[in-house]
């Protein structure tokens, strides 16, 4: 059965491969003149494209993107995307793994996990100019490669998802209003859910995990998103199944398979009713 490929980051700037990766790159170099597309794929680490000058089109987890001036895209480990940028973009790409820049404490895992939620974002070109400045700073880093220069690569990371989310198109559509304990919590299960999702099918096992009933986790998830535990279960369940869906020839029952489901018509008849069409009918309309 073929897996959606899973692309990992270089070591990079003589790092050896137990380190913590990053890198960033001027997108005109990756380009190099000729227009460039990537195929669906999924990454183990984050991605961060800053563009000033932008045309083509993003699409993550199967949401289009036109790619425009002033754009910033941000995936988080484990997404999938497919990429198409066409001759003149200009910016940064910037990639980096959790064992590169994990914040420690709250408030700047908080910030991360905020801005990787939002996996696309336009500025105005003044608010752009900014990200770049910071960015270039941080491109300059990489190849004078002086003494503690990762420290401020981090440290400029920091003021990178500051910026961003004070950037945002719609800074008030943060948190800040939100019980911070239930903020907490819910990050906690949607990082168990992107753990966990093959094997956990129950709301009961992640509550059980978290050391909550299944009506404290319903009351975090509502407060937060306004959606119940199993309605997040059930979207992170089918967007699982349209990946593998559109983006591998699998077979529905491997696909099912893959997802912890030993009886593939309980399958198909879960997913239909999710989305209005069998596995096999999503795939023909929107492959």
């Known amino acids: 059965m073929k897996k959606l490929p899973i692309r990992r980051i270089s070591s990079g700037y003589g790092k050896p491969a137990s380190a913590g990766r990053f890198t960033i790159r001027r997108v005109e170099e990756i380009m190099a003149g000729k227009d460039l597309k990537h195929d669906h794929h ?30 910033v895209f941000l995936l988080r480990p484990g997404q999938t995307h497919q990429l198409e940028l066409k001759t003149g973009c200009t910016g940064f790409l910037m990639e980096f793994n959790n064992e590169f820049y994990h914040p420690g404490d709250k408030a700047s895992g908080q910030r991360l996990r905020k801005a990787s939620n939002k996996n696309f974002c336009q500025l105005d070109e003044t608010r752009l100019e900014k990200l770049m400045t910071v960015l270039d700073y941080m491109f300059q880093e990489t190849i004078a490669m002086e ?29 800040s209003n939100i ?109």
């Open 42 to 71: 999924r990454h183990d680490f984050f991605f961060v494209l800053v563009l000033q000058k932008g045309k083509g089109v993003h699409e993550i987890d199967f949401t289009s993107y036109d790619v425009l001036d002033n754009s």
């Open 147 to 175: 003494e503690g220069w990762t420290e401020i690569i981090k440290a400029n990371l920091e003021i990178f998802f500051i910026e961003l989310l004070r950037q945002s198109s719609h800074p008030k559509n943060t948190t």
């Open 179 to 287: 019980n911070s304990y239930a903020q907490e919590r819910l990050e906690e299960f949607l990082e168990l859910l992107e753990t966990y999702i093959f094997t956990h099918k129950q709301v009961s096992q992640y509550t059980e995990m978290m050391n909550l009933s299944s009506y404290q986790l319903n009351e975090i998830t509502k407060s937060t998103i306004g959606k119940t535990a199993s309605a997040l279960l059930t979207e992170r369940i089918i967007l699982e199944a349209k990946r593998y869906l559109l983006a591998t020839p699998n077979q529905v029952k491997d696909i099912a398979d893959l997802l912890g489901y030993e009886d593939v018509s309980y399958f198909i008849r879960f997913f239909k009713k999710q989305t209005g069409h069998t596995p096999e009918l999503f795939r023909q309309y929107f492959a």
